[in-house]
């Protein structure tokens, strides 16, 4: 019996059974889109309330519709568990749980860790296993190929790329992008072995518009590495040019705005009040962390780290700068942060430099308050505990506060209603100006 | 007699004088596009040897025609002299000198001081002066400006916006560029005043396709530093990543396209033997020495410094490796390397790190030759004297060197020849396996 044989078919003949693990913004768009393709997809999460919300046709994610789900699950192409032992009866599982940071700033494994764990006891011949989370170059070599070689399933060892197929194609989802999807954007995919990277790419090429070969699995490890060490850099950049022209008197955001208009070898970031989102913040430090391994240290990724964790207290520091004109201290005074999603029109709220921001003010003795349309109320989270709802956004509210302090440029707010009742703006977006509403009332950080 | 009209209307009907200082790689097209477009120009430069050449018909810049030279001088539309005398009888000035950096990387602002003087000497009612040099923000404000305002030329004082107009408009060559040419290039411009904006966007105007308005011409200089510093910085990026994939054994070549088919958010940077050309390598550190003044640091700007200026040592350390896995030192090694111009396809040397390479390469003894089909042999230069010709590129002569060492990747190089002939190949551009040329005496560095 010739599994790899029996694999491809399966999936040519879409018979082959998908089981995805994590279904957050990644999984779960995923899942549904294999779903869309008439694939019987399982997916599986640890966070056992997530699973009756899916199994009813509910989406805990904003960008993702209910409908989508409401009509896989009546289909019958998609079903969600926490058993975990239906492991065995998928043919592909497909991993996609956080890789996040600790508190020191270093990865945490435990998620991808666990997960392979899980899938050593139930892993069986004729499986493809592919890994999508972001992680350091060597994480599917180093780490689940061992584990999978030596199931606690079987009383035999497997051999890769002919008892099992195991390969690397990271996730490269954009929440909300307008242009493009998880079906859309190409996909890089390394495989241990040859006949890996066969049955991978067959697998990816069923639901995706183009998959791209890479020779390893580390080489795809890297490359996703390398797209958020470039945006985390560049933002980084602007941020730092940011408080240089400040002092000197220049805009950067005209002076951004200038620079685009070069026709080639000019992209532009923008600067903000930090950095945020799943990927950016934290990607990064996956590479610093395994560099060391090979005695050399990343030096851009820590200094864009450096600069992007500093923003915040910068803000913070224009703040005071603000209210001083004024004859004011931070402490006492009212201050009103709009926007706390980590980007624009998003209910998204990890990493968000707003949440520091609070903090900051908070240990200042500053009267805080929030509004964001997308987040009625601040969850409790490992890091704070906030007890913070949205105030309602009326030119009565607006006035008490001594400073509105724009952190998040959503397109729904009424900037026209914000800039008629506030006191003082301070606005981290340059959204005010872009709304061509300019006034001696408002300053930039 | 309201200047501004007067000098408007001279602009609109072309019969303005231009009058360019500085002939070289910016101030020479500039130039004979003017010159294209009827109006008369005369050029100004310090080098003597350049008069005649250009007089009579003559191009010292390889990718200029003469032809286009010839034509101007024919048509009476331009005329080169070293008699800044000559200053007074021009409408406008524009000024296209070098901005390079002392030897202890701080900016030489000799040639832009003695040209403001000398233009100090001349300046007359109702003449614009534009600078397209790339320089620190505030030098048109700081240095240019209180000079013209005191003009040797007469007894009273000026005043600007009236009396005459100043501006600041960066140049945006990309010598070879096939895509854009210096009409084509959108140019932002900054006016110390609205009625300096006004003239100096009515003088571009007239031979580029748009110009940019921005509110100073500080923001203008800022621009003009942002897109270069974002270079720099990218391209430190990518080689410092590709020093740390390769301890992993991964080859940051194959991870960039990997990268690169990210359909958004992603730009392809390229690592190479270091920088090289007269913007990357000198503009961003009139940042860094402006940022001092006010008590803040560029520390992106003096990383990628750092990491860029260590290129071609590390080039060298790789050399040293693939020599010693045959047992052989680099002392008495002989070397050739290929390509020397700081880019592709040109015959400019100016800061090309292969002039670093040959340094390097001769302080540890190695013998070293050169080929570039563009540069017959190295002039000497205020930092290198080598008396170098480039060889001949034979079966025969490729033999006789331990290492051909590709460092440009002209595009009319012989790689199959060179691959042939060669004992062993350290490439800095990949550039024999994008030829699809692999094999196991080709090493990367």
Same mark, same amino acid.
């Given at each position: 019996m010739d599994l790899i044989k029996v694999l491809l078919d399966k999936i040519q003949q879409k018979s082959a059974k998908i089981g995805i693990i994590g279904l957050g913004y990644v999984g779960l768009p995923l899942a549904l889109e294999f779903a869309s393709k008439n694939f019987e997809v399982i997916g599986f999460d640890i966070d056992s309330e997530k699973i009756p919300l899916l199994n009813s046709g509910r989406s805990y994610i904003h960008h993702i519709d209910s409908k989508k789900i409401f009509s896989a699950i009546e289909k019958k192409k998609f079903s969600a568990t926490d058993?975990?032992?239906?492991?065995?009866?998928?043919?592909v599982i497909i991993i996609c749980v956080p890789t996040p940071l600790n508190e020191n700033r270093e990865p945490d494994m435990t998620y991808i860790k666990n997960t392979s764990e899980v899938i050593q006891k139930y892993i069986r011949k004729g499986q493809l296993v592919t890994l999508e989370s972001t992680t350091y170059p060597g994480t599917t070599d180093e780490l689940l190929l061992p584990l999978f070689e030596n199931p606690?399933?079987? /009383?035999e060892k497997f051999i890769v790329g002919e008892d099992f197929f195991l390969a690397f194609s990271p996730e490269r989802e954009d929440p909300n992008?307008? /242009?493009?999807?998880t079906s859309t954007i190409p996909k890089v995919v390394g495989g241990v072995t040859e006949n890996c990277l066969e049955v991978a790419c067959e697998l990816y090429n069923t639901v995706i518009t183009k998959t791209i070969v890479v020779s390893s699995t580390r080489a795809a490890e890297a490359s996703k590495l390398l797209e958020n060490i470039y945006r985390s850099v560049n933002i980084a950049l602007v941020n730092e040019l940011k408080m240089i022209f400040d002092k000197m008197g220049i805009d950067i955001w005209e002076v951004i705005e200038a620079a685009k208009t070069k026709p080639f070898g000019f992209n532009a970031f923008y600067p903000g009040p930090g950095l945020g989102g799943h990927c950016i913040p934290i990607d990064p430090f996956y590479l610093s962390w395994k560099a060391k391994e090979f005695d050399i240290s990343t030096k851009f990724i820590e200094l864009a780290g450096e600069i992007n964790t500093y923003q915040p207290y910068y803000v913070v520091e224009k703040l005071i700068d603000v209210l001083n004109t004024n004859g004011r201290s931070l402490k006492d005074s009212k201050i009103l942060i709009v926007g706390i999603a980590y980007k624009k029109n998003v209910d998204d709220l990890r990493e968000s430099p707003s949440l520091k921001l609070i903090e900051i003010l908070n240990k200042k003795y500053a009267k805080v308050d929030y509004y964001d349309p997308y987040i009625p109320e601040i969850p409790k989270t490992r890091k704070y505990d906030f007890d913070l709802k949205s105030i309602s956004l009326t030119e009565n509210t607006l006035s008490k506060y001594d400073v509105i302090l724009l952190s998040t440029d959503h397109d729904n707010l009424d900037y026209e209603l914000i800039h008629r009742s506030a006191n003082l703006i301070l606005d981290t977006r340059n959204i005010f100006e872009r709304k061509n509403i300019i006034s001696d009332k408002i300053f930039k950080a």
């Open positions: 058993d975990f032992s239906l492991l065995g009866e998928v043919d606690k399933s079987a /009383d992008n307008p /242009d493009y999807t």
